[in-house]
């Protein structure tokens, strides 16, 4: 933020964020008061772009088909060089060795975090061994649903991380591959779900995948129950041919009746958000093949190396990381909006708000006590249909949010105009964020087409823009298999990073457990059971008994 725009509401939101960092006891005062006093004298992005004359070479960072450039954000060389030592301060180094190394860093559930092995880096041998033999069988089995044509569609049935990542990444592969199939997917309890995904199906050519990783969730098991007895109803005691389930959970999935040799494992070593890459990604290497998913695997591995291996002051998640703490924990900003120019990404946004949130979204540290100022929302949706909706606030409103800009080069449509038109939007946007307009720019313009004084009094302020707010333009090559990995493995780390900066443990999610147990118990009540609630809970239980009648 600029120094004297905004002063006052800079230093309100330098003092709670200051305030809730000493709570966590995440970095050392000093740090934070060097981070406090560098972001009081901070000059606007524009003018940074003036004072460092190599700023766009050191803020923009390239690996693979993926650049990235953090030079919009409003974090100066001296800034940047502090947070890399805010991340020492924290033992990143030592973390991301724990890490790799697959200790049980997801302490509270006594689990390592190993997602990484499935791309076939980390892990002991064992660990290795069991990759490699399940994707061999995964392979086997995908390319011979591809060559044998009895199926026509695949319904793959999960919910959060069990349905997030297959379902981005099933519209990121249609942009480079071909689909052999009708690949559908039911999520939420609601029967339209299920009813959507299996409308004008035909049992006998469709083939059934329900993935869950603990095999209790709720929603998945009503909406395979449901799968089931659609085609059983055809199919009779064969259905059971057509129904596969990818599961941590086998016994679960036995007694839910599904045959053994018709389950997929994978391992308390991979968390739900992150197993995309893991047999959860089925339904993808049905409907792509096997070969776009093993590219899809080997970018995101190439992104682990980079990670693992490069020093912070040149690693990309370490990078976008620290920035990320910089706007939450010195700027003060709630949230962070994710906004790709490319349709075939329209869903990541709701795919991080998962894997951030759920991962971040904590205020206990590992040991217990309270962190400061932890994840922010994340949000958005695809350009250009945001800029006629949420554009305006990202623009004018208090105090905006820094964006994550995600574009693609390649235009894979045969549209060439079009695309010309996406990426002009989408450059021409960081660059209104950070430019701004100043209402004497504003007046002078009004005045030379003739507006009154009266007029231009009121009407300059709604047309001025105050510029300088953050955002970083993230491109992909083109959106091959390769980049999708690259681009997905680069936020899995940078919220690796950021869970260490915090203190939290990301990769458990204790708090979706309350809502799901009472959830249990109003059901029972729907069903005659007696359960004790508050005044507004139970009004709405008699409600629904009311009108449901
Ligand atoms: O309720 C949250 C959650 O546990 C997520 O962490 C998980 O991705 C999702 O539910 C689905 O869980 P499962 O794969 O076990 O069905």
Redo the contacts with the bound molecule.
């Keep these: 933020m600029t120094k004297g725009n905004n002063a006052l509401e800079l230093e309100q939101v330098l003092e709670s964020a200051k305030t809730a960092l000493k709570l966590g006891a995440i970095m050392s005062s000093d740090r934070f008061e060097k981070l406090e006093a560098i972001a009081g004298k901070l000059p606007s992005i524009s003018e940074m772009f003036k004072l460092e004359p190599n700023r766009l070479k050191n803020f923009v960072m390239r690996e693979g088909p993926l650049r990235a450039d953090f030079s919009k954000q409003a974090i100066s060389e001296h800034a940047r060089e502090q947070l890399i030592h805010l991340a020492k301060d924290c033992h990143l180094e030592e973390w991301r060795e724990r890490f790799f190394a697959g200790e049980k860093i997801n302490t509270t559930e006594d689990r390592a975090v190993l997602h990484m092995a499935l791309r076939g880096i980390g892990g002991d041998k064992a660990v290795q061994k069991q990759v490699k033999d399940m994707r061999k069988k995964l392979r086997n089995f995908a390319e011979k649903i591809r060559a044998e044509g009895k199926y026509r569609s695949v319904v793959h049935i ?5 349905d997030l990542g297959p379902r981005l990444i099933a519209d990121g592969l249609v942009a480079s591959t071909e689909n052999k199939f009708d690949l559908r997917f039911a999520e939420n309890v609601d029967g339209a779900s299920i009813n959507d995904a299996l409308s004008g199906l035909d049992p006998a050519t469709t083939l059934v995948i329900v ?7 709720q929603e ?1 098991r009503m909406n395979a129950e449901a799968a089931r007895d659609w085609l059983a109803a055809k199919l009779g005691e064969k259905a059971g041919a057509n129904f596969i389930a990818v599961t941590a959970n086998r016994d679960g999935a036995e007694k839910f009746g599904i045959a053994s040799d018709q389950i997929f494992d994978f391992w308390d070593w991979v968390g ?2 992150y197993s995309v890459w893991s047999a959860v990604g089925l339904s993808l290497q049905i409907a792509y093949g096997s070969d776009a998913f093993d590219e899809f695997l080997k970018g995101a591995a190439a992104m682990d190396t980079h990670f693992r291996d490069a020093p912070f002051e040149k690693n990309l998640p370490v990078m976008m990381a620290m920035t990320g703490v910089w706007n939450r924990n010195v700027l003060g900003y709630s949230s962070v909006a994710v906004i790709p120019y490319a349709r075939r990404l329209r869903k990541l946004s709701a795919f991080l708000q ?1 894997l951030e949130m ?1 991962s971040n979204g904590k205020s206990k540290t590992r040991e217990g006590g309270d962190t400061g100022l932890t994840c922010p929302i994340i949000w958005g949706d695809e350009g250009t249909n945001g800029q006629h909706a949420f554009f305006q606030w990202l623009h004018q409103g208090t105090p905006g949010a820094p964006v994550d800009f995600v574009a693609v080069l390649k235009d894979h449509e045969a549209r060439p105009e079009h695309h010309k038109a996406l990426l002009a939007n989408c450059f021409a946007q960081s660059e209104a964020l950070m430019i701004g307009k100043s209402e004497f720019v504003v007046k002078e313009e009004m005045m030379a087409a003739g507006v009154s004084k009266a007029d231009r009094a009121v009407l300059a302020p709604q047309k001025t823009f105050p510029g300088n707010r953050p955002s970083t333009t993230i491109t992909l090559d083109e959106l091959s298999p390769f980049a999708l990995g690259h681009l997905i493995a680069l936020y899995e780390h940078k919220v690796f990073v950021q869970g260490i900066i915090w203190g939290v443990n990301s990769f458990d ?1 204790w708090g ?1 457990q309350l809502g ?1 147990v009472l959830a249990n118990s109003i059901l029972k009540e729907f069903d005659g059971g007696s359960g004790e609630h508050d005044p507004s809970t139970e009004a709405l239980i008699s409600l629904r008994a009311e009108k449901s009648a």
């Design positions: 999960g919910i959060g991380g069990s993935v869950s990783k603990s095999f209790t969730t998945t739900g958000r998962q759920e999610q979706v799901k």
